[in-house]
């Protein structure tokens, strides 16, 4: 028999207790955001400040480091933090994982000193503590705002979470579009390589941390949720006052005649029994969040060569211009393509379901990707071919109304509570090897060069064919392996 407290909670109307959870989980998402997609623009002015002999361009290998250094981070938080907070709970880690994004986002930013080797050093020590903090909120903000909703818009409020990526996405490209326009407009567009464009890139990554800085507060004022209060800590008194106070709901309405709490599984994380229960949603979860990385992270770091390829008219640009037009390249990309799927995706899941939207998703993205694999030579053909800017566009929207929103929500439903957060990050961290294959393993392809030429459009070709049968497998392993949560209570999908 289902407590009170958390039916009422799966039964409760759309507050504006919500729309805080929302703001104050979706902040740290926005935060993950800034710090992972603004990189590929500070590479571009590392490389005009500290890369004078390789033609102002940072070298793959290095550019391959700070990619995967802040993403080894990300997995390593996810299984640590995922599996802290079904230990010690949800809220008590939460702000640890804050705090380590805010430091070390500041931390970038210093560097601590100017000469190439010291601050590359040191960037990539600062990005890897970043990145033990960005993974740690992924299982912890899913899980929370999973816990907290009704289960008839649950897809929707945890989907509104993740959209704010989308945000951080445009704001990394908006705030060094602005930062570089603000120090060209003071006279340093004399010099191809200003002295204080040292400082601009910097500024850049700090400015990352304000927002998450300012939840800190209401973060730390939120109540334990009272799933993990009641199903974990088996304290159905104090989850039900936790609600009562934040939730506006009577407290005749929730309070229980039969104390006894439920019995938790008997079966320990990673068992057999645990995995002849939940073995199947734990691949699904794990292997579409795998796959979808891929592509999403290939595609987001094949814009620096796109923007060249594409894009780029004039070449002799100093150091602000050339990120200040890349950044309102990524500024188009987010505001037309990527912040539109994700809130598509918030419309739709809970009147579609996950599992229809992961499918279409991944199948559409296949789709444009053979298109832009097959027809690369004669897209490249005419530079500003807006045809082929606006499927590449298309495969941003159908990643966030698709698979790249669906892999965050539903492992956030289907485990029990004692189990959710470390499956959620477990889910995360296996997503991220696929980030690191899609972005560092890609990111070869985008720079590569062979006798000081790029090599031949082949490569990019052939990326995009590769990211096409990704995707078609992603939609194999959903329509085989995932099931649809929508609709009913996160003790019912447990089941």
Known sequence: MALRVLSALDGARTQFYHFKAIIIAGMSLFTDAYDLFCIPSIMILIGRIYYEK??????????????????????????????????????????IALMIMVLSSIGCGFSI????????????????????????DYPLSATIMSEFANKRTRGAFIGAVFSMQGFGILAA???????????????????QTPKVADIAWRLILMLGAIPAGLTFYWRMKMPETARYTALVE??????????????????????????????????????????????????????????????????????????????????????????????????IIAACFTIPGYWFTVYFIDRIGRVKIQMMGFFLM??????????????????????????????????????NTTTFIVPAELFPARFRSTCHGISGAIGKVGAIIGSVGFVWVKNDKKDGKPKVIDD????????????????????????????????????
Request: neutral net charge; glycine residues 8%; aromatic residues 14%.
């Open 54 to 95: 390789n033609k102002y361009v940072t070298p793959t290998k290095v550019v391959s480091i700070m990619l995967a250094i802040a993403l080894v981070g990300t997995a390593i938080g996810q299984v640590v933090f995922g599996r802290l907070g079904d230990l010690v709970g949800r809220r008590r880690v939460y702000g």
């Open 113 to 136: 000193c100017t000469t190439k080797n010291c601050v590359l050093v040191s960037l990539g020590l600062f990005r890897f503590i970043l990145g033990l903090g960005i993974g740690g």
């Open 173 to 191: 490209s908006a705030v060094t579009a602005v930062v570089c326009e603000i120090f060209t407009a003071n006279g340093a567009s004399k010099d």
């Open 234 to 331: 088996q304290n159905i008194v104090q989850a039900t006052m936790d609600m009562e106070k934040v939730m506006e709901i009577p407290m005749a309405q929730i309070v229980e005649e039969n104390l006894l709490p439920p019995t938790p599984p008997p079966y320990p994380l990673l068992s057999k029994q645990f995995f002849q229960r939940h073995g199947r949603d734990l691949f699904s979860c794990s292997f579409t969040w795998f796959l979808v990385d891929i592509a999403f992270y290939s595609s987001n770091f094949f814009q620096s060569r796109i923007y060249y390829d594409h894009l780029q008219t004039n070449k002799n640009t100093n150091a602000y211009e050339d990120a200040l037009n890349f950044a309102t390249f990524q500024v």
């Open 366 to 403: 296949a789709l444009v990707y053979l298109a832009l694999g097959i027809s690369y030579h004669a897209w490249t053909k005419n530079k500003q071919n807006k045809g082929f800017l606006f499927l590449y566009g298309l495969t941003f929207f159908f990643a966030n109304f698709g698979p």
């Open 460 to 495: 990019m070709a052939a990326s995009f064919i590769i990211l096409a049968g990704v995707c078609l497998l992603g939609t194999a392993v959903t329509y085989f392996f995932t099931r649809e949560t929508m609709g009913r209570s996160l003790e019912e999908n447990e089941d």
